[in-house]
C-alpha cells in the first residue's frame, strides 16, 4: 500500500512532529521567561506551526516526507538560536538581523562565548526522528488527491485561531507585541511583517502632542548660552562605558583616573545620564545624540532611516561653518554608517580604510592607536571644528592582552566585571593620551572635550553579571544603574565645576549642546530638552525593556516583558523602595507618545533625498 493510500497518514506525521515542536516551545518559553499566559503562548505558537505544515501537505504533492522533516529541523534550529540570542540581548533574533550579516566574522568572538552545550539538547530527538524518517521515507510518492477548498478551509480556521488569540494578547498588553507576549513563531512573523510593511503612523498624533504639552518648560532666559562658542568641540562616544565606575576603586586602584580628575574641574558632569539605543546599539547612540530622537522601534535607524534628510548637530554646526569628522576604528560600512553619515552632516568618516589597523582588540582598531592617528587629521582641520569619535576596545568580551591591562586584579581577574573594567581603565588611558596629545599641539585650550557612554556593556538580566555587580556595588544591580552611562563636558580654563543631577537621556543632547555653542534648535524637528535649562528629568527607555519604561528625577518605571501595565515594576531611584504602579501611569503614557511622535516626526517631517549621495542638504520640509 502506497504511503498516500494510508489515509490520514500525513496528518499523523504532522501530528507527531507539532507534538514534539509544542514540547521544545513549552521549554523555549520557559527558557525566555514567559510568565503570563506561557501555555497559551506556547498553543498558538504551535498552532502556527501547524498551518505551515499543513499549506505545506497541500501544496507539495511530492517528497512530503523530505519538507516535512526540513520544517521540523527549520523551526527546531529556531529555537536553537534564538535561545542563543536571547542569552546574551534578552530578545529574539530580529528580523533587521539581515542587514548585518556581512558583519558577522567581526562579531564571530562575542557569539562564540555565547554557546552552551545546554542548548544542543533542542536536537536531542533527531537521532531518533532520523531514524525513522530514513527508514519510512518515501521519496516517490506521490499525493494524487485532488486539492479540495475543504482542505484549505481547515488552515483558515488555524489562522481565525491564531489571529483572535493574539488580538486578546494585544488587548491586554495596552496595544503592544513583544516577543514575550506573542511567543516566537508569532513574533517573527510579526517581525517581518513590521519590517516590510510599513504601517503608517497617523491615528494618534494629537493625543500625543497633548500628552507631551503638559511638559514643564524650559528657562526662558537660557543659562550658559553660547560658553562654547567658536571652540573646537571633540565628542567621544565611548563603547559600553558605564556611570558606575567614575570615581570608584577596584581592589584599592581608581578605575578612571583621568575621568575622575576631568569632573574635578572644569567640567559640567551629568550624573544622571542614560542610554537611549534600540536596535542599532552604538549606532542608535550617535543617531539619537546627534539627532535629538529617538531611534527606531523597528529596525537599526541607519537602515531604517537611510536617505532621510535630517536636521542634526552636526549640520547645525556646519552653518556655523565647522569642519565636521567623524573616527571609527572598523569598516566603514557597520551599522550602514558609511551611507547614512552624509545625511547626518559629517564631511569626513575616517575609519579601517583610512586608518592604519595597527593595533587590534577586539572588534577593531585599539582607542589609543585611533586617538594618536587622528590628531594627524585634527592638525589640519580648518577650525573649528566638531570631532567626533567612536571607541571601540571596551565592546564585549573585555579581552585584552596582559601587556594592555592596567589594573592588578587578584578578586576580579578573569571575572567578565574584571575584563570589562580594564577595558574602561584602558579607555580612561586612552583619552589622557589624547588630552596630552592635544596639549602639545596647542589645541587643549581652545577644544571643549565632551564624552558619554554609548550603552552599557554588563546587562543585569544575566545572572552571573547580576551577581558580581550587586556585590561589587553593594546594591542590588537594577536598570536604574545599568542604563546609567557618563556624560561630561570638559571646558579648559572655564572654571566651570558642577554636578547635574536632573534626569536626561541621549536624546537631550543636541538641544543641550547647541545652547552651549550659542545655536537654537527647531523645536519642532527635535524632542530632546536642554539639560542645564531644565529642572524636569525624563528619560525614555524603548526596545531593551519595552515600550513605556521610563526614568525620571524619582522613579523608574520598567514594562513588563509581556507589554501589561500591571505586571510592570517600578520603584524610587534613591531609595529603592517600590512605587504604586498608578503613580507611573503618567510617565508611561508620556513615554509612548514620545517614542510614537518622534516617529511621526521622523517619517513625516524629514524627506527621503532624492540622489542619497548628493551630501548634505540644509533644506527641510515645514512640519504639519
Ligand atoms: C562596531 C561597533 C559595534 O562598529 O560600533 O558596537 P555595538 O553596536 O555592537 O555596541
Ligand atoms: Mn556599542
Given amino acids: 500500500m502506497s504511503l498516500y493510500e494510508a489515509k490520514g497518514s500525513n496528518k499523523v506525521k504532522i501530528a507527531i512532529y507539532n507534538l514534539l515542536i509544542f514540547i521544545k516551545l513549552l521549554v523555549f518559553h520557559h527558557f525566555i521567561d514567559i510568565q503570563y499566559r506561557s501555555i497559551l503562548v506556547s498553543l498558538l505558537n504551535v498552532i502556527t506551526s501547524i498551518s505551515i505544515f499543513s499549506i505545506a501537505n497541500y501544496l507539495f504533492r511530492r517528497r512530503k516526507d523530505e519538507i516535512f522533516m526540513g520544517l521540523y529541523m527549520a523551526l527546531t534550529a529556531l529555537l536553537f538560536f534564538d535561545s542563543l540570542y536571547y542569552s546574551h540581548f534578552f530578545t529574539l533574533i530580529p528580523i533587521n538581523a539581515i542587514y548585518q550579516v556581512g ?26 526522528v532520523l531514524y525513522l524518517y530514513f527508514k519510512n521515507r518515501k521519496t516517490a510518492a506521490v499525493d494524487t488527491r485532488r486539492r479540495s477548498p475543504r482542505q484549505l478551509s481547515w488552515v483558515l480556521l488555524l489562522f481565525l485561531c491564531i489571529f483572535f488569540g493574539n488580538q486578546q494578547v494585544k488587548i491586554a498588553a495596552g496595544g503592544f507585541y513583544t516577543p514575550f507576549n506573542l511567543g516566537t513563531y508569532n513574533y517573527h512573523i510579526y517581525d517581518v511583517y513590521r519590517l516590510f510593511g510599513k504601517t503608517p503612523l497617523v491615528d494618534n498624533v494629537d493625543a500625543w502632542m497633548e500628552i507631551l504639552e503638559n511638559e514643564t518648560p524650559e528657562n526662558p532666559i537660557k543659562r550658559y548660552h553660547g560658553l562654547l562658542e567658536g571652540k573646537n568641540i571633540i565628542v567621544i562616544q565611548a563603547e559600553s562605558l558605564q556611570g558606575f565606575v567614575l570615581n570608584r576603586e577596584v581592589e584599592g586602584q581608581a578605575i578612571t583616573p583621568v575621568l575622575n580628575q576631568l569632573i574635578s574641574k572644569d567640567t559640567l558632569y551629568f550624573s544622571r545620564y542614560y542610554e537611549q539605543v534600540g536596535w542599532g546599539n552604538t549606532s542608535d547612540a550617535e543617531f539619537v545624540t546627534h539627532n535629538g530622537l529617538h531611534a527606531s522601534t523597528i529596525n537599526f535607524s541607519y537602515k531604517q532611516y537611510e536617505g532621510k534628510q535630517l536636521f542634526s548637530l552636526p549640520m547645525l554646526l556646519k552653518q556655523e561653518d565647522y569642519e565636521t569628522i567623524v573616527f571609527h576604528g572598523n569598516e566603514p ?29 577586539g572588534l577593531g582598531l585599539s582607542d589609543k592607536s585611533l586617538f594618536q592617528q587622528s590628531m594627524a587629521y585634527l592638525k589640519q582641520l580648518p577650525k573649528p571644528f566638531y570631532s567626533f569619535y567612536i571607541t571601540v576596545t571596551s565592546h564585549y568580551p573585555y579581552v585584552m592582552a596582559e601587556e594592555q591591562k592596567g589594573l592588578s586584579l587578584e578578586k576580579y581577574e578573569d571575572t567578565l566585571l574584571g575584563d570589562y573594567l580594564q577595558t574602561v581603565n584602558y579607555l580612561d588611558a586612552a583619552i589622557g593620551e589624547l588630552i596630552e596629545a592635544l596639549k602639545r599641539e596647542g589645541l587643549y585650550e581652545n577644544t571643549a572635550i565632551i564624552l558619554y557612554g554609548d550603552h552599557h556593556g554588563l546587562d543585569a538580566r544575566n545572572e552571573e553579571i547580576n551577581a558580581e555587580v550587586t556585590e561589587f556595588l553593594g546594591k542590588p544591580y537594577q536598570e536604574d544603574e545599568m542604563y546609567r552611562v557618563p556624560m561630561m563636558i570638559h571646558i579648559p580654563q572655564s572654571n566651570l565645576k558642577r554636578e547635574i543631577k536632573t534626569v536626561g537621556g541621549q536624546i537631550d543632547f543636541y538641544p543641550t549642546i547647541a545652547n552651549l555653542i550659542g545655536l537654537e534648535t527647531k523645536d519642532e524637528n527635535v524632542l530632546g530638552k536642554d539639560l542645564l535649562n531644565t529642572k524636569e528629568g525624563f528619560a525614555v527607555q524603548q526596545v531593551h525593556t519595552g515600550k513605556g519604561s521610563f526614568i525620571n528625577n ?5 514594562i513588563s516583558k509581556d507589554g501589561i501595565f500591571e505586571n510592570s515594576k517600578a520603584w524610587h531611584i534613591h531609595t529603592g523602595e517600590p512605587v504604586e504602579l498608578e503613580e507611573a501611569r503618567e510617565g508611561y503614557e508620556r513615554a509612548i507618545a514620545e517614542i510614537f511622535l518622534s516617529e511621526y516626526i521622523i517619517e513625516n517631517v524629514f524627506q527621503v533625498s532624492e540622489e542619497e549621495d548628493s551630501g548634505v542638504s540644509m533644506e527641510l520640509q515645514d512640519g504639519e
Fill in 554 to 558: 524619582e522613579m523608574m518605571f520598567i
Fill in 103 to 128: 558583519h558577522l566574522g567581526a562579531v564571530s568572538g562575542s557569539v562564540k562565548t555565547l554557546l552552551k552545550p545546554v542548548y544542543f539538547l533542542y536536537f536531542a530527538d533527531w537521532p531518533i
Fill in 333 to 361: 560600512d557597520f551599522w550602514n554608517r558609511k551611507s547614512m553619515y552624509p545625511t547626518i552632516g559629517f564631511d569626513q568618516f575616517i575609519s579601517s580604510e583610512e586608518l592604519n589597523m595597527e593595533e587590534i582588540i
